[in-house]
């Protein structure tokens, strides 16, 4: 079974049974964006507490599927279970953000940086890039994944678009790595 697998079936036990098992079928037959919109609504439904560091995987999930943007709204929405982690989900008004600039960010160069989840305990944190579309809209997919500081002045690491799960673990691991 593959990480991204274990990672669904341990989201999806936080529901109970008969829907745990309709999460897991989604995974089954590929119907991965179905599958979060049920494990969300289910989580929503029956006000199941979650950590942060569930609410990020669940975000991390959603983005690498396509569905972060429309779930966002209600993965903010699930019910804390009031234990301080070390992640934050961040909700980002994408409207003023600023371009990436600067000599070593140069693959960053035209993209906009949206922060996306922040260590508590270091401040680092994790960003999508995006394009800035003609109309003045984001693009729908990043094009990189980012780790900076705290400050958000200095890049750290450099995904590519399609390593969401790698950016968010190496994220976890150089938070878990901080003083």
Known sequence: MTDDAVIWNRLAA???EAEAQEVKDCWAIGEQEAGLGLLVSGILGHQVPISETVRAQISVLAETWGEREALTPQILQCRDEGTPGSLKLIESDESSLPEAIGGAEHDLAGLALVPWIACTRCGQVLMRAHARESWGD?????RQYVI????RATVLRLFPADSAFAAFAAFQRACSDAP
């Open 138 to 142: 984001l693009s729908y997919l990043a």
């Open 14 to 16: 936080l529901l109970p």
């Open 148 to 151: 900076t500081t705290p400050n």
